[in-house]
């Protein structure tokens, strides 16, 4: 497994990226005083977004089902939580976009290769990167600190729970 996204798995019956790319983003204002240079003012973090990245054969690895379920779960317009198959919890990721190319069909249409992208846009706050730390440092999540950002991952793993059961058939 090289990583879940919610209840959906990527490896290689799923959708095997080849490719991680992560732009995380940080905020800061301007100010130009006449006959100075600019000051500026951190506001804080700003966008963080992931692209995946690879080349599906479907007779060896998933096809269009792995990324119709994907496009499944960004209709839903949820976070889900994203997790690296090392156990490392990136936050809650919302899927953005979904994009497939198909190339060297059979008689019947169905594509031999298919190179996709999926898009992700992290819709959590800050203070799961607090849990995140906990949980990669093994400690317990007991502090009032941590109890808020814990209670909404549960929330969130039993709400995917509930919608995972909801999916219609592909």
Known sequence: MLMTLGFFVFDVATAPYQTLERTTQWRHSVQNPVGERPNYQFLGPGEDSITLSGTLYPHFTGGRLSLDALRVMAEQGKGWPLI???????????????????????????????????????????????????????????????????????????????????????
């Open 84 to 170: 690296e198959g090392s156990g490392r919890l990136y936050g809650f990721w919302a899927v953005t976009k979904v994009r497939e190319t198909s190339t060297h069909f059979m008689r019947d249409g169905v594509p031999k290769k298919i190179e996709f992208s999926v898009s992700l846009k992290r819709v959590d706050d800050k203070r799961l990167d607090l849990l995140a730390a906990a949980l990669d440092a093994g400690l317990v999540a007991t502090t009032g600190l941590l109890a808020k950002p814990l209670n909404k991952a549960r929330n969130a793993l039993s709400d995917g729970i509930r919608s995972v059961t909801r999916i219609p058939n592909l």
